[in-house]
């Protein structure tokens, strides 16, 4: 973003504040770094554009989750570094165990960035999955990664297909096809097409592994998204049953009240009048 390394600090305030205030405060921006003289940075203020909701509450992660945004983007490079090693003919376990772990981030900021939309009184569900998409884009794209720990997105992004770069991969021998003391090592060199049919198998194989990962991955997160709707759901039905029984209560109270009030009211009328009653027997009792 042009400009930006001089107005970072600005810039963050702007996109962590609501989107409904954004181009106020950003005219408001602009017109501060004019009247300071920075007009480049004017320039460049006035080039930002309002984010959508999903981009905001991803920005707010900034704020709210920076520890487990650092987390995400490790888990990333992780993610790629392992991916590069089993298409080398390493063990795939840990790129299932990288993939997981990515995985596991990519939710629980999806549900940090759906909180921070409900207590906005905005629902989360329309946005949930192109907040987890910019989540998982962010994860192997440096860009993508610096605006999403620098809280400024103002658009999300689609991930790649896959997990990212895929080129420059070789095959790399096992620990145990090295030669140690006393074997003979390989005095012919493999030739050229069995190295490119060795490489094609691990692809396909890799290929057959994200597709079955991205099954699970996308029944998960399916499953997830249900359980977090319907948990909402009920939560919204309780706040209102709760705000239903307070109002019952109230009333309750008020009755409790007015019976009291009666009660106290039928005992005075009741003891004026056994006092009438015994003022008007004793008044007959004189007149004999």
Not at 158 to 185: C, H, I, N, W, Y
Not at 208 to 217: A, I, K, P, S
């Amino acid at each position: 973003m042009p400009g930006e390394p001089t107005i970072a600090s600005e810039v963050r305030e702007l996109y962590a504040g609501s989107p409904d205030d954004f181009i106020a405060g950003r005219d408001v921006l602009v017109k501060r770094l004019r009247d300071e003289g920075r007009d480049p940075d004017a320039v460049a203020a006035k080039k930002l554009r309002r984010p959508t909701v999903a981009a905001w509450a991803l920005d707010r992660l900034a704020v709210e989750a920076p520890d487990a945004i650092r987390e995400l983007l490790e888990a990333g490079a992780d993610l790629a570094r392992a991916q590069r090693a089993t298409l080398s003919g390493r063990d795939p376990q840990a790129l299932r165990d990288a993939t997981t772990r990515r995985r596991e981030l990519v939710a629980r900021l999806t549900q940090t960035a759906a909180g921070v939309l409900r207590e906005a009184d905005r629902s989360p569900d329309p946005h949930l999955e192109d907040i987890r998409g910019t989540l998982e884009a962010a994860s192997v794209d440096e860009d993508a990664a610096e605006r999403l720990r620098a809280g400024t997105l103002d658009r999300t992004i689609q991930p790649t297909a896959g997990f990212g770069e895929m080129s420059g991969l070789q095959l790399v021998s096992r620990r145990d096809d090295e030669p140690g003391e006393g074997k003979p090592k390989r005095t012919a060199a493999r030739s050229r097409s069995d190295v490119d049919d060795d490489r094609e198998a691990r692809r396909r194989e890799l290929e057959t592994e994200v597709r079955r990962l991205r099954r699970e991955r996308d029944g998960a997160e399916g499953k997830a998204a249900a359980a977090e709707s319907a948990r909402s759901r009920l939560a919204e039905q309780v706040a209102s049953m709760q705000t239903r029984l307070e109002s019952v209560r109230a009333k309750l109270r008020d009755a409790q009240s007015v019976a009291t009030e009666h009660r106290m009211n039928a005992k005075r009328a009741a003891k004026a009048f056994d006092a009438a009653e015994r003022n008007l027997r004793n008044g007959r009792s004189s007149k004999r």
